[in-house]
């Protein structure tokens, strides 16, 4: 594909970033479960500065709420990781992942797996009340009720009781009871390999029925309707420009929380966050744009961390509009994107050109699975070659079907973006480009704020959107998941019982090989055959920080966050 423009002016924003867990930038590991724990890879350094350690980042957009049950983006995933504790942590230790405590410091299943029994410690809430076993039972209950409409309630599948109770049974039949005020039984349906890693997942976090029950819906929306029991406190929450966390002196693993206060000010605009870190006023910034990458690699105050994450870049189609609800239409629209052009045209080749759904960060047992699977987008452009076939000849093709006529100039396409910044309204503007000189379509771009964007998707007012997702856990199950009719996390409206009937036998399966086998039979059903999803990068973590903050992580699964972490050397 020629290239249509010659400079892109920033990198991409958090505000792409939609997982209910996953984190971007600095947070980029990926969350719950599969995240935390109480041993960091790089060992904090001994405090020398003279008052309370304090950390200065950023989020590059406001969360849309602290209620474990809501929790449905990035920005909400990575403060609710600082501020809540779940049963245990997916940590990192000597470069390797590691299950830590967390409210749960031990625990135990049956011979089958199917039955887990965790035993709580003495961790408190902030107001000094102790967490209870009951204090799970409700969360999962809550979260597992249909009423509430949370939007990672298919995480709670594996439960016994959880068709019941999406079906309209009372929560009480879900899989999960308090056996005395310090321990919590949950029984799964079916073994589940990667259940323990799950369990660091928000959704597995606990709430205080009687706080959730005196604020209502303000629960989570504001600092005062806010109870947390993890390393940090909720100090301040000034909507659209600041939040304030605090170290929580009720929490079990306080001694070994060193940073007194996070400082996370709220930047929609990328040039602003890196002329802040240049500044001195932020103590991490995280950037794939080439210019700013050589500028602070250079630094002798930075240190520039990269690793691979465990998210992804895509854009996705509404299988409801009346276009998009044809494969070839969508396999036009994918196909006519060269995922290396985009690379260097819009981050300065930072990035990893996707080559399929599932990321490389993944892993079945000991087997990575995408080196497994195999380059599936590589395979769509072959079996398109092998046809004769165009992208544009796919787009004629699905119009004949649509009996739309065979003019794409005719076509009303209108492509939504999750941002304003000069980055995204370069980026439609390459898209609009790209999508005329390879399909003849004359592209329209809807620009909104991350609010109103995710709000249209949610509601299905959308042709294509662009967003991210970052994984909660190394299983493939993670993000393919989200695609079951079930539960339609990235909001398609797109739906196939063969694609649900792989990935629920998959998840259940024991065996390592046959998994693979399962796994990879669904990833062919979502993009060689359905094409429901386009994926466009695997992000590259580009991270600077300042040389005297430690004890960050490197693996992509980690939540530690920032209890790990130290600026003592400031």
């Known amino acids: ?40 890879t790089t060992t904090p350094s001994e405090s020398t500065s003279s008052g309370p350690q304090y950390y200065n980042t950023y989020l ?37 992942y590691v299950i830590a405590p967390g409210d749960a410091q031990t ?43 949370c939007p990672n309630e298919y995480f709670l599948v594996p439960l016994v009781g959880y068709n019941e109770v999406r079906d309209g049974a009372d929560v009480s039949s879900l899989g999960v009871k308090a056996l005395d005020e310090k321990t919590l039984e949950i029984t799964l349906a079916y073994p589940v390999p990667s259940f323990l890693e799950m369990c660091s997942g928000t959704i597995y976090y606990p709430q205080r029925q009687d706080i959730v029950e005196q604020y209502g819906d303000q629960y989570g929306s504001e600092q005062e309707y806010t109870m947390a029991n993890g390393p940090y406190t909720l100090e301040s929450w000034v909507h659209n420009s600041s939040i304030v966390l605090k170290k929580n002196p009720n929490y079990w693993n306080a001694d070994n929380v060193q940073i007194e206060t996070v400082n996370l000010t709220i930047l929609q605009d990328g040039n602003t966050a890196y002329t802040m870190f240049e500044a001195g006023d932020l103590d991490y910034v995280g950037t794939s744009e080439s210019e700013w990458v050589e500028k602070f690699s250079s630094r002798d105050d930075t240190t520039y961390v990269q690793f691979a994450t465990a998210a992804v870049y895509y854009s996705f189609y509404n299988a409801q509009d009346e276009l998009f609800s044809n494969a070839n239409i969508r396999k036009a629209f994918t196909l006519a994107i060269d995922r290396e052009d985009v690379n260097e045209m819009c981050f300065g080749g930072k990035n990893v050109a996707a080559t399929g759904w599932v990321t490389p960060a993944m892993a079945v047992g000991s087997t990575n699975y995408r080196e497994y699977a195999g380059d599936a987008i590589q395979e769509m452009y072959d079996a398109m070659n092998a046809e004769n076939m165009t992208p544009k000849d796919y787009l004629l093709k699905g119009m004949e079907e649509l009996n739309l006529g065979s003019d794409p100039s005719t076509l009303d396409v209108t492509f939504s973006l999750a941002g304003t910044s000069e980055w995204f309204r370069t980026y439609g503007e390459y898209l609009q480009q790209v999508y005329n000189a390879e399909l003849g379509v004359n592209l329209k771009i809807d620009f909104n704020d991350w609010g109103i964007f995710y709000d249209n998707v949610q509601n299905g007012n959308y042709q294509i959107g662009y967003m991210a997702w970052s994984a909660y856990y190394n299983d493939p199950y993670d993000v393919l998941s989200l695609f079951m009719s079930t539960n339609d996390a990235i909001e398609t409206g797109w739906s196939n019982a063969e694609f649900d009937k792989l990935v629920t036998e998959a998840q259940s399966t024991l065996d390592e090989a046959k998994r693979l086998e399962l796994y990879k039979a669904a990833e062919d059903i979502l993009l060689k055959d359905e094409c429901v999803v386009n994926p466009m990068m695997f992000p590259t973590s580009n991270s600077f920080y300042k040389n005297y903050v430690t004890g960050y992580s490197y693996l992509a699964f980690t939540n530690t966050g920032y209890k790990g972490m130290s600026t003592g050397g400031r």
């Open 1 to 40: 594909m020629k290239k249509f423009l010659s400079v892109f002016l920033a990198a991409m924003m958090l505000a792409s970033m939609a997982a209910c867990s996953g984190k971007t930038n600095e947070e980029n590991k990926a969350p719950e479960s599969t995240n935390p724990s109480t041993e960091n």
């Open 60 to 96: 590059s957009a406001d969360p849309t709420s602290m209620d474990i049950s809501r929790v449905s983006d990035s920005y909400s995933s990575t403060v609710t990781n600082q501020i809540m504790e779940g049963l245990v942590r997916l940590e990192e230790k000597d470069g390797e």
């Open 107 to 149: 625990w135990e299943s049956n011979e089958d797996g199917t039955v887990w029994t965790f035993h709580l410690g003495n961790n408190k809430w902030q107001d000094g009340q102790e967490v209870s076993a009951q204090d799970y039972v409700y969360s999962l209950q809550r979260s597992a009720d249909p009423a509430t409409g």
